[in-house]
């Protein structure tokens, strides 16, 4: 009984996957954007990658990127403070996060997690490292494998 109230108190929109096109804003240093908005990710601009939700959104500069890491948990070297690991142990999905840390344009430290859609990570990997000139890394080698097959 105390299990289930537990878990009603979890947000739907974070137990369940992100579909299609979407991409989740599950959490970071951005304050502009709530927690857990879903959005679409813009990577066809050579200077930045674009998250846009009708909440808000914001832009990462490739050349700013510091750190990708991508995995079922999020990311530990950006210190970004989430509690992504308990809610995701009760969800039946598997999740997709990208943990991308960046030097914003006024060279300020951030760190966003996304959760990236099934079939997108590795296009979307391809593209950060592509222009960021940064590798990806994985938090397990199941992790790499979904990603490089």
């Not at 096109?21 to 959490?27: E, F, P």
């Not at 300020?108 to 996304?114: D, E, K, M, N, R």
């Not at 990570?121 to 592509?130: M, W, Y």
């Amino acid at each position: 009984m105390l299990r289930r109230h537990w878990l009603s108190l979890i947000p739907a929109a974070l137990t369940a996957a992100v579909r299609g096109d979407q991409v989740m804003y599950v959490g970071g240093t951005i304050t502009d954007v709530p927690e857990a908005t879903e959005g679409y990710l813009e990577t066809t601009d050579p200077q930045t990658v674009l998250f846009m939700s009708p909440k808000g959104s914001f832009k990462i500069p490739y050349r700013g990127i510091t750190s990708l890491e991508y995995g079922q948990k999020a990311g530990r070297r950006v210190g970004v403070a989430i509690v992504i690991t308990v809610w995701a142990l009760f969800s039946k999905k598997r999740k997709h996060f990208l943990t991308v840390g960046y030097k914003d344009e006024k060279n300020v430290a951030q760190g966003v997690v996304l959760e990236l859609p099934k079939g997108r990570p590795k296009s979307i990997i391809t593209i950060l490292e592509a222009r960021s000139g940064k590798k990806c890394e994985y938090e397990s080698e199941e992790a790499r494998k979904h990603v490089h097959g």
